[in-house]
């Protein structure tokens, strides 16, 4: 049994959640403190409710650092004497008569709940104010005013509440304070009782005490005793203690086990433990870690309800071992300078968001950037690095970054990786790559290790740009760019420019070959460029630095050419082109394929952003503003249709028929939190239009979502009717390229060898979409490993 009470009290002094509701009671006090005054009662589970509102109520105000048995003495004795029936414990935000070292005021808070847990009549309050005077005017807001209020206090105390430098009018104050509640005073034996009852019953201030009628109603300030075993107690006597050494286990005849249990266990009051290591003495102070550690996780904006094992993080922390010196070290920024969570943006609604259409995600300072690399831990095998499709030394970059040596950073992002300006603002790397393999964010939670591509985007916008220095004798497959001149003979026809086909263009151009790209748009990008909305991804400024590095490297672009229409792939074996990589992505948006698709309101999201980049803003403005518009299916794709609608004044709707949406967390959240509205197992099974031919209902069914079959099955006599003005298809796209011999899934993808990225075709290799949905950085990784297959294939003629 007592094994079991044991593991409980840690379970609650590590309960990250616990320690943030803490967190919210203070700030919410905090901000009373300019204001009226306040007291916030933190809620007790096994509180009995007051028997009469006219009985009698105990306010012990005090500032626990840590509660001791002598504090319980006092309590117990006023309540059985004076009949109190709920005891409050008061902690002020701040001390006005002295600051308060030792415990954090969130862990003074939790030791007196865990104190006061089997014990229906205590409660725990947080003050805004220090004066007596404020207390009881936040209490009487909250309590009936018929109650007897009684304040516990010791004599010292008393003396500070006479005392008139507390005071701009001391009569009237006093007045007030006395007339509206009384006091009870313990004797403790060593508080000069003479001197201070001789001080009491001075003229200026004898109206208010009665002394020599201690115990009639009608009395003020009432004295009473506690036993006398507790009379040297004091909580600065057991901080000494333990600072000094001495046997904790003794304090157990002086401090409530509870509160023994988390000194105990977070090492308060403890001094900093010493270690040598190589001649080099090292000081770890096991509870400034910890305090230090929830206030990191404070100014993260960690939810509550994350699941952080903080007992763990701490015994890491605190141990003699690289990972622990590397958190030790992060830990030692200060939390106020933590920058914010770049994913986390303020609350939206749609009446601010219409015609707003900007870039939204908060963005890094230069020195904030540097703070957040300082979060590091410079793992010795970097899980982040690990995860990178292109491989990035993220570690090494952070280390420079961190020291604010910029430069070779960014020459190392630029060499490696010319389309480094898109990647930072749309790789999935919290979900899928370097930071959800973070070691903090393994430790912390999701978006909380830290924001490698905020780190990385912000010195790539925000540094000025300086030539590369380029050197012409790297080998072929060198990791670096080199510029282009003298290319040799094989020249290689790439078709797409999305991704895929811009890492393939640049990299053989690395090797020294010629790369030719075929754009059947107007414009390079692929969907990047033609099919994310600005307030996601704004990519003029982008591309025009990626056309820069296209026409210095000598690649040359070919737009408004598609490949077996206006040019076929043997025509361009035939004009001298040694091999052909195939990039065309997913051109072939899907429908539903049901009665209606025909009418003119039901569209693709392609079309959509088509008219976007052809007709502009405006357009669209007067198109769908106060328009329903129903978005179907609820991917990532689904989520970007329905918050760029909600920008253009129009009333998105997103319908699906599975169980869960299918995007990304943080992009279902968006949405949601933006105003967009969802209609979760429904499935639509007809388009109706009015005598014009235009749409005005959908005939919607509900579904049934068998996770087995990963199904959605029609629920029979569930039909029903939806307004709609527009219908907008987001369920994806196929690939639209068919040619003789070329092997192909039954989706339409083209079939690779993994490795080489090579088609059934000679000399053809194909990648990104193309071949697998995926995403940019995967699309990246194929046109890369097919530069190089190419390369060493020629490399063997």
């Known amino acids: 049994m007592e094994a079991v009470k044991k593991e409980t009290l840690s379970q609650e002094i590590y309960n990250f959640a616990t320690l943030a509701a803490l967190r919210e009671a203070v700030l919410k006090v905090a901000e009373a403190s300019d204001k009226d005054p306040l007291i916030y009662i933190l809620p007790n589970a096994r509180r009995i409710p007051l028997k009469s509102p006219t009985g009698q109520i105990g306010i012990f105000p005090a500032s626990f650092n840590p509660l001791t048995l002598a504090h319980v003495a006092v309590i117990e004795e006023a309540r059985k004497i004076f009949s109190l029936e709920e005891i409050i414990l008061i902690l002020d935000i701040k001390n006005i008569d002295k600051d308060i070292f030792g415990a954090s005021l969130e862990d003074r808070l939790l030791m007196l ?75 403790r034996y060593d508080k000069g009782e003479k001197e201070i009852e001789e001080w009491l019953t001075r003229k200026e201030n004898k109206r208010f005490t009665c002394l020599p009628c201690r115990h009639r109603q009608g009395d003020r300030i009432i004295p009473f005793n506690i036993p006398s075993r507790y009379a040297f107690i004091t909580s600065t006597y057991i901080r000494d203690w333990i600072k000094e050494g001495k046997p904790i286990t003794e304090l157990a005849q002086w401090v409530p086990e509870e509160v023994l249990s988390f000194i105990q266990q977070t090492g308060l009051y403890h001094l900093p433990l010493l270690i040598e290591r190589e001649g080099e003495k090292i000081t770890i102070d096991r509870y400034d870690l910890r305090i230090r550690l929830i206030h990191h996780l404070f100014a993260l904006n960690i939810p509550a309800n ?58 890094y300072s230069l020195p904030q950037a540097l703070v957040e690399a300082q979060r590091c831990l410079q793992c010795p095998e970097p899980p982040c690095q690990r995860a990178c ?125 010629q790369a030719h790209i075929y754009e059947r748009k107007d414009k390079i990008g692929g969907i990047p460029r033609h099919e994310i909305p600005p307030f996601r991804f704004q990519p003029q400024q982008v591309f025009e630095g990626i056309e820069e590095e296209l026409e210095s490297q000598g690649i040359e672009v070919f737009t408004n050419i598609v490949i077996e229409k206006d ?30 698709e025909g009418l003119p309101q039901v569209i693709t999201s392609v079309d959509l952003f088509t008219l976007y980049h052809q007709q502009g803003l405006d357009y669209l403005l007067d198109r769908f503003s106060a328009k329903r518009v129903i978005i179907t299916d609820s991917g990532n794709t689904a989520m970007d249709t329905s918050r760029f609608l909600l920008r253009l004044g129009a009333e998105p709707i997103i319908i699906h028929w599975r169980a869960h949406p299918r995007a990304l967390l943080k992009e279902t959240w968006a949405a949601q939190r933006e105003g967009v509205k969802f209609l979760h197992l429904c499935r639509p099974i007809r388009f109706i ?85 995926g995403n940019i950085s995967t699309a990246i990784r194929d046109g890369k490993r097919a530069a190089h297959s190419i390369a060493s294939i020629l490399a063997k003629e």
């Open 567 to 596: 040019k076929g792939l043997k025509e361009l074996l035939r004009e001298g082109y040694r091999a052909i990589f195939l990039a065309t992505g997913l051109i072939k948006p899907l429908r539903l394929n049901i009665p209606g």
């Open 689 to 773: 239009g009015d005598d014009a031919g235009n749409l005005k209902y959908i005939l919607v069914i509900r579904t049934e979502y068998d996770s087995q079959t990963q199904q959605d099955n029609p629920i029979p006599g569930s039909e029903f009717i939806l307004r709609a003005d527009y219908v907008v298809h987001a369920i994806g796209s196929l690939p639209d390229l068919v040619l003789p011999g070329l092997n192909l899934t039954p989706e339409g993808h083209v079939i690779v060898e993994p490795e080489t990225m090579a088609t059934s075709l000679d000399g053809v290799f194909a990648g990104g979409d193309l071949v697998e949905k």
């Open 306 to 363: 994350q699941n952080i094992d903080l007992k763990k993080l701490i015994e890491i922390a605190t141990s003699d071992t690289p990972l622990g010196e590397q958190i030790r070290k992060m830990l030692a920024i200060p939390s106020h300078c933590l920058p914010p969570r770049p994913y986390v943006a303020a609350p939206s609604n749609g009446a601010t968001l219409l015609g707003n259409f900007s870039y939204n995600k908060i963005s």
């Open 389 to 513: 499709p292109d491989n990035i030394p993220i570690k090494q970059l952070l280390e420079k970054i961190s020291k604010g040596e910029f430069k070779e950073p960014i020459d190392c992002l630029r060499q490696r990786h010319p389309l480094a300006g898109m990647t930072e603002y749309l790789c999935q790397t919290q979900e899928n790559y370097c930071e959800a393999h973070c070691l903090l964010a393994t430790l912390l939670g999701l978006n909380h290790g830290v924001a490698i591509q905020e780190v990385l985007k912000t010195i790539l916008t925000k540094v000025s740009r300086e030539p590369l220095a380029v050197s012409s004798t790297e080998p072929a497959g060198s990791s670096l760019l080199t510029a282009y001149s003298s290319p040799l003979t094989p020249k290689i026809a790439i078709v797409g420019s999305g991704p895929a086909g811009l890492a393939a263009a640049f990299a053989l151009a690395r090797m020294g070959y």
């Open 113 to 187: 709940q865990l104190f006061i847990t089997p014990f229906p009549y205590y409660r725990i309050g947080l003050a805004s104010h220090g004066l007596f005077l404020h207390k009881l005017q936040a209490l009487k807001r909250i309590y009936p005013e018929s109650l007897g209020f009684n304040f516990i206090v010791g004599y010292d105390t008393i003396a500070r509440v006479l005392d008139n430098k507390y005071y701009a009018d001391r009569e009237r104050a006093l007045d007030d304070l006395f007339s509206q509640s009384r006091f009870l005073v313990a004797n």
